[in-house]
């Protein structure tokens, strides 16, 4: 038996959803208004500008929740990449999402938005705001799996940064960049655990890291200064020295969301800022899990490069990526809460 809404008027929205390691991602498949501009990175302004009521439509509650994750992908201006994508969260867009890199890679695959499949691992050009990420799909007989994905230049920005965070005194930070930066300290500065702690605690400490750093520290990008921002704390366990057992770490970005997978561009800041400390060594491969769900990805450095002035390297992350459903959603012009709120 085929489900029909009844007749109704409102904008009507279709979806894909997913999940990398127990992060969301909704990806739009249908319903979204033309969006302007000639560069991903234009385009994601001009939807942050003009249509950012339909982002809250869609990630906040009744439809979504506080810590739910979007991706509308867009036509890319870059020759070569099969599809861009604009992310999306409960405070705004970002510019680079690991977990959502996963997921479209193999939703690209599935959905036919690549030409040429080849077995066992098939090439997916994901142009992001930051800028073109390659992935590789496994690939046999129809079938997607596992997913890696090469980064673009990640870079230590500081290390040893000391801020005045309010309510626990001076804190020492590294900020380093992978595709988004991050302030990354060990849980134990707080008292705490990734793994065991209540999250709210956890929630409340990165918090309070993130606004004491972007409150102090001027951060930028040697490409574009779009991409100047600090996005979130990432709590570790401090387990930094290369090691064959899992080092678990937690991410809070945005508007204080606790992302459930370990991270994809959190990986590869954390590995760019190992190898920078020289505690991790080219394509020496690392297990990373969350500590909020126990799920894993690994990294490893596969290259140098540079950002601008930065030294910096190409990390590879790998993770799996599953279906959850998809869904039809429909605002009602009468509905006073179709708009979408937030339970904080």
């Known amino acids: 038996m085929e489900f029909q809404l009844p007749p109704h008027e409102g ?22 208004p033309e969006i302007g501009g000639d560069s991903v990175l234009s385009k994601r302004r001009y939807v942050k500008e003009n249509l950012d009521q339909i982002r809250k439509v869609l990630m906040f509650e009744p439809r979504g929740h506080y810590d739910m994750y979007g991706a509308l992908i867009v036509d890319s201006e870059i020759p070569g990449a099969d599809l861009g994508v604009i992310f999306m ?41 930051c800028g073109l990420v390659k992935a590789f799909v496994e690939y046999s007989n129809g079938i997607t799996g596992r997913v890696r994905f090469q ?30 930066y991050y302030a990354f300290v060990s849980a134990h500065r707080f008292g705490l655990d990734v793994s065991t702690s209540r999250t709210r605690d956890l ?10 750093v972007k409150s102090q520290v001027k951060l930028h990008h040697p490409i574009d200064e779009d991409l100047g921002f600090l996005y979130g704390t990432i709590l570790t ?68 490069t540079k950002c601008g002035a930065f030294q910096a390297v190409v990390v590879e992350v790998a993770g799996r990526a599953h279906y959850t459903g998809i869904s039809r959603f429909v605002q009602e012009k009468d509905d006073e809460l179709g708009h979408g709120f937030l339970l904080k």
């Open 89 to 129: 969260h409960n405070e705004g867009y970002s510019t680079m999402c690991g977990h959502a890199v996963i997921a479209l890679g193999r939703y690209a695959i599935d959905y036919k938005l690549v030409k040429e499949l080849k077995s066992p691992e098939t090439q997916v050009n994901i142009h992001c705001p």
């Open 151 to 180: 980064s673009v230049p990640a870079f230590v920005f500081a290390t040893d940064v000391i801020v005045p965070v309010g309510g626990y005194g001076e804190v020492t930070v590294d900020i380093s960049y992978g595709g988004a």
């Open 203 to 212: 929630v409340d400490a990165a918090t309070a890291v993130t606004n004491a």
């Open 11 to 32: 904008i009507d929205l279709s979806v894909v959803d997913m999940h990398t390691g127990g992060e969301p991602l909704r990806i739009m498949l249908s319903g979204y």
């Open 237 to 304: 366990d401090g387990k930094d020295t290369f090691s064959s057992e899992p080092t678990s770490n937690i991410c809070v970005f945005a508007e204080a969301q606790v992302d459930r997978s370990p991270t994809g561009s959190g990986v590869t800041a954390r590995v760019a800022l190992q190898y920078h400390k020289g505690l991790i060594s080219l394509n020496e491969t690392r297990t990373f899990q969350s500590g909020a769900t126990g799920s894993q990805f690994t990294g490893k450095v596969v290259e140098e």
